[in-house]
């Protein structure tokens, strides 16, 4: 159920429902608590009588009370007192005490004179009846503004709670929508880097190129594969991994070396899909091979115990990153994977980037350890 706001968005409203053998069993152990006051007040002064009459007045009145909940109900439903509607709407409510003291009014007459001769008590005397009208109908009416302003107050606050679980749903659905864009830009950026590399080398050398193409056609298998996952298994990565350096060493040989080091007992350890390979690449590039002539790239996956994380170190032995760089803008593969750790992870990761004992640009992840299905 949704209403318009002023702003003209629809806003969530909560349903008052509630089971109503809950609402008579509150308004049954109400009326054997104070039949238990009245009847114990009786006895306390001195007095002695049978426990019958009190029983009856106050289940009877509890009873009506009970079901003249949900007429109660059903008027805040309809006629809310919100602000703008107050003074329009208070005539039906002045109305709907009217209306509910002479219902309870009947009904405890009635059922009354119904249960006391059927309890051996003789005919039931309620007074003169316009009079026991007027008498009630002042505490039928705190018992009717009891009821509505309680009924009021749960609206509010379900409505507060309706309106929060409604944006947290809207912004996960955002985050959600951002990291599948973060995904989208991340696998069309190593794609056309591959690309680019096999076109690089198909002149020079048929044969590499040639190898080349069948890496990457299984990173195209590998990204169409987990093209709408948030996380898969460590080993999986790795394998998109191993095809994406298949291609670098194809181009740069012995010129290029990359370590993978990975503790056992990791395989089913859950990762973003592209996390390893961007890093990797941005790794070989900061490393400068192509201008030095050679470089050397190692990555570190291990765990941490306490807290239980993932760990991923990946370092190069290139000039390193300038005092002033800001590593995360600028650059689509590592900005992207910092802003898909965010959306995935918030809080519960850290990415660090400094000086590695290699010498050059150094990129510590650490992430909650999950596992996967096998």
């Known amino acids: 159920m949704h209403t318009l706001n002023r702003s003209g968005t629809r806003e969530p409203q909560p349903d008052l429902a509630v089971p109503w053998r809950v609402w008579l069993l509150a308004w049954t152990c109400g009326g054997l608590l104070l039949f238990t006051y009245h009847h114990l007040a009786v006895l306390a002064a001195g007095g002695k009588g049978s ?18 909940f949900f007429a109660v109900r059903l008027l805040v439903r309809r006629w809310r007192l919100d602000r703008g509607y107050l003074l329009r709407r208070l005539p039906a409510y002045l109305i709907g005490i009217a209306c509910y003291s002479t219902v309870q009014t009947s009904w405890r007459w009635a059922a009354r004179a119904v249960l006391y001769p059927a309890a051996g008590l003789g005919d039931y005397d309620y007074g003169r009846m316009p009079l026991r009208f007027l008498m009630e109908l002042p505490a039928d009416a ?105 291609i670098m060493r194809a181009r740069f040989e012995e010129r290029l070396q990359v370590t993978v080091t990975v503790q056992p007992g990791l395989d089913r350890a859950l990762v973003p899909p592209f996390l390893l390979q961007p890093l990797v690449e941005n790794a070989i590039g900061h490393g400068g091979v192509e201008v030095r002539g050679t470089g050397r790239v190692q990555v570190v996956v291990g765990r941490d115990e306490r807290p239980s994380t993932l760990s991923i170190v990946i370092e190069d032995d290139g000039p390193g990153l300038a005092q002033a760089t800001a590593p995360l803008r600028g650059g689509v593969g590592l900005g992207a994977t910092a802003e898909r750790l965010r959306l995935l992870y918030g809080d519960a990761h850290t990415l660090a980037i400094d000086r590695g004992a290699l010498g050059g640009c150094r990129v510590t992840i650490r992430l909650p350890l999950a596992e996967g299905a096998p």
């Open 51 to 68: 426990p019958l009459p009190p029983l009856i007045n106050e289940m009877t009145s509890a009873l009506g009370s009970g079901l003249g």
């Open 142 to 246: 705190i018992v009717f503004m009891i009821m509505a302003a309680a009924l009021h107050a749960w609206r509010h606050v379900a409505a507060a709670r309706a309106r929060e679980l409604h944006t947290l749903r809207l912004q996960r659905s955002l985050a959600d929508a951002n990291l599948r864009n973060l995904q989208l830009q991340l696998q069309p950026h190593f794609l056309f880097n591959a690309l680019n590399t096999v076109s690089a080398t198909m002149y020079r050398d048929v044969a590499q190129a040639d190898t080349m193409i069948s890496r990457l056609a299984d990173l195209l298998r590998a990204s169409l594969r987990t093209a709408r996952s948030d996380c898969v298994p460590l080993a999986e990565e790795l394998v998109t991994l191993d095809d994406y350096l298949a």
